[in-house]
């Protein structure tokens, strides 16, 4: 790619750091009061990802009751309907508000490497979250036995549900497509994807129920930030959003699908467990954005923002 200088091609448009696709320019690369921005992206992510969820959840559940659908196809139902209205409204985000018409959210192809980045991300939470859980599993008193077919197969299609179109796709849609890519037009890719990392887990503080004490929720936050960090570290390193929803999607399946096939457990987890997939999740994270720094340095995707740009359509680039 021939760069006039870095961070902008010939053509005036800004770039992904993480894979030199051109990018339109948007409000935000281009705003003056950068904190400012920075937070109301934030606020408005965190607004986001409610009102898919609650909206998702309810208009769907109101759906399945009218329909009056089994339990448990109503429970898949939901998940479908939260996925479906989550495209739109981070689209809606991209297009609208920070004015780029080809809605970049690093969703695209990319020439094979969003297959690439997907399969990695798959292989990372494996690594990092269902060998740990199997070590653990293997050191407790489980009962492993089949279910009937029948069982099996609904259990599979709502663990699938729950795993990517519940939180997998929207979730990783909404805080690494468009939030950390949309920060990265102005801030280094490292800051975007810490900035990510930390309000994603903060968001889990206060979503993770009312009646449970500081503590745990505190516990659970850090589980999520870990979470996020791996998951930003693998949007940076891959240059592809898709590295981060299988990687999500993988979180959820490695620690849902053993439950096809307990029956019963007569110890409980070992206590270091809940302490080392998000230790091992904080250290892989922590690595990407260290990688990338000392290999790509810290330079922003965007032009500054003082500068001219000419907003040019680059749905066909960004689609590679």
């Given at each position: 790619?021939?760069?006039?200088?870095?961070?902008?091609?010939?053509?005036?448009?800004?770039?992904?750091?993480?894979?030199?696709?051109?990018?339109?320019?948007?409000?935000?690369?281009?705003?003056k009061?950068?904190?400012?921005?920075?937070?109301?992206?934030?606020?408005?992510?965190?607004?986001?990802?409610t009102?898919?969820s609650?909206g998702?959840?309810?208009?769907?559940?109101?759906?399945?009751?009218?329909?009056?659908?089994?339990?448990?196809?109503?429970?898949?139902?939901?998940?479908?309907?939260?996925?479906v209205?989550?495209?739109?409204?981070?689209?809606?985000?991209?297009?609208?508000?920070?004015?780029?018409?080809?809605?970049y959210?690093?969703?695209?192809w990319?020439?094979?490497?969003?297959?690439?980045?997907?399969?990695?991300?798959?292989?990372?939470?494996?690594?990092?979250?269902g060998?740990?859980?199997?070590?653990?599993?293997?050191?407790?008193?489980?009962?492993?036995?089949?279910?009937?077919?029948?069982?099996?197969?609904?259990?599979?299609?709502?663990?699938?549900?729950?795993?990517?179109m519940?939180q997998g796709?929207?979730?990783?849609?909404?805080?690494?497509?468009?939030?950390q890519?949309?920060?990265?037009?102005?801030?280094?890719?490292?800051?975007?994807a810490?900035i990510?990392?930390?309000?994603?887990?903060?968001m889990h503080v206060?979503?993770?129920?009312?009646?449970?004490?500081?503590?745990d929720?505190l516990?659970?936050?850090?589980?999520?930030?870990?979470?996020?960090?791996?998951?930003?570290?693998?949007?940076?390193?891959?240059?592809?959003?898709?590295?981060?929803?299988?990687?999500?999607?993988?979180?959820?399946?490695?620690?849902?699908?053993?439950?096809?096939?307990?029956?019963?457990?007569?110890?409980q987890?070992?206590?270091?467990?809940?302490?080392?997939?998000?230790t091992?999740?904080?250290l892989?994270?922590?690595?990407?954005?260290?990688?990338?720094?000392?290999?790509?340095?810290?330079?922003?995707?965007?032009p500054?923002?003082?500068?001219?740009?000419?907003?040019?359509d680059v749905?066909?680039?960004?689609?590679r």
């Amino acid at each position: 790619m021939n760069l006039t200088h870095p961070g902008r091609t010939a053509e005036g448009l800004g770039v992904d750091p993480t894979n030199g696709i051109p990018v339109n320019p948007t409000r935000y690369s281009r705003t003056k009061n950068l904190t400012l921005a920075t937070a109301g992206r934030v606020v408005l992510t965190m607004i986001a990802m409610t009102v898919i969820s609650l909206g998702g959840a309810i208009a769907f559940g109101s759906l399945a009751e009218a329909a009056r659908l089994d339990p448990a196809w109503g429970a898949v139902l939901v998940c479908a309907g939260v996925l479906v209205l989550s495209v739109p409204v981070i689209w809606a985000l991209r297009r609208f508000l920070e004015g780029d018409r080809a809605a970049y959210l690093a969703l695209g192809w990319q020439r094979g490497r969003a297959l690439s980045g997907a399969v990695f991300g798959l292989l990372v939470s494996v690594v990092l979250v269902g060998v740990p859980l199997w070590v653990a599993m293997a050191n407790s008193q489980v009962d492993y036995g089949l279910f009937p077919p029948q069982v099996v197969a609904m259990g599979a299609l709502q663990v699938f549900a729950v795993s990517f179109m519940l939180q997998g796709f929207p979730e990783e849609a909404l805080w690494r497509g468009y939030l950390q890519t949309t920060l990265m037009s102005r801030l280094t890719p490292v800051s975007a994807a810490v900035i990510s990392a930390v309000f994603f887990g903060a968001m889990h503080v206060f979503s993770n129920g009312g009646d449970q004490p500081i503590v745990d929720r505190l516990i659970y936050a850090f589980t999520a930030v870990g979470m996020g960090l791996a998951m930003a570290g693998l949007r940076l390193v891959t240059g592809s959003t898709w590295a981060a929803i299988a990687y999500h999607t993988g979180w959820h399946l490695n620690t849902r699908v053993p439950s096809l096939f307990v029956q019963g457990m007569n110890g409980q987890i070992p206590e270091w467990y809940s302490a080392l997939t998000p230790t091992l999740e904080f250290l892989f994270g922590i690595g990407c954005l260290v990688w990338w720094q000392r290999t790509h340095g810290s330079r922003p995707g965007a032009p500054e923002a003082s500068e001219a740009v000419e907003e040019t359509d680059v749905a066909e680039a960004a689609s590679r």
